[in-house]
């Protein structure tokens, strides 16, 4: 399958807000985000373009790259923290993106919900030296401009 057919709820632009956990990176904060899905290369991949604002106006990017494999989806997303992306790999269930990424710093997944008007946006992460599963990031998004 195309992975601008399998990605075709998310593309557009959309608006919200954010409630994120405390992290080694950063403190817990609300926030402002954009995220933008777009496809790219005659439609072999889809492109997304990220940027948060947190409450205390510290500002973090990212762009990422959605690539399909059949029905899989694989996901690089390189961000202003500079360090190489490690692929995160799931696939569409229920209406849902499900991607898990795993590195020495543990186990993230990402969970994108889409609706016509709505965009739901959950990160969980695990420690690698704990069996804990923890929210990460909540995000609340309005459709700006559909694709």
Do not use: C
């Not at 959309?14 to 005659?42: I, Y």
């Amino acid at each position: 399958m195309l992975i601008t057919e399998l990605m075709a709820p998310l593309l557009g632009d959309w608006q919200g807000t954010e409630q994120q956990a405390a992290s080694p990176w950063a403190l817990a904060s609300g926030a402002r985000a954009a995220l933008r899905f777009k496809h790219e290369a005659g439609g072999s991949v889809v492109v997304q373009d990220y940027r948060q604002v947190r409450d205390d106006a510290m500002e973090f990017y990212g762009h990422g790259v959605f690539l399909a494999q059949g029905e899989e989806v694989w996901w690089w997303f390189f961000d202003s923290y500079g360090e190489p992306p490690v692929p995160a790999v799931g696939g569409w269930v229920d209406g849902e993106l499900a991607l898990v990424k795993t590195t020495v710093r543990g186990t993230a997944v990402h969970r994108f919900r889409p609706t016509w008007d709505r965009l739901d946006y959950r990160i969980t992460l695990g420690a690698p030296d704990q069996g804990e599963v923890a929210p990460f990031l909540a995000g609340t998004y309005s459709r700006v401009s559909g694709h």
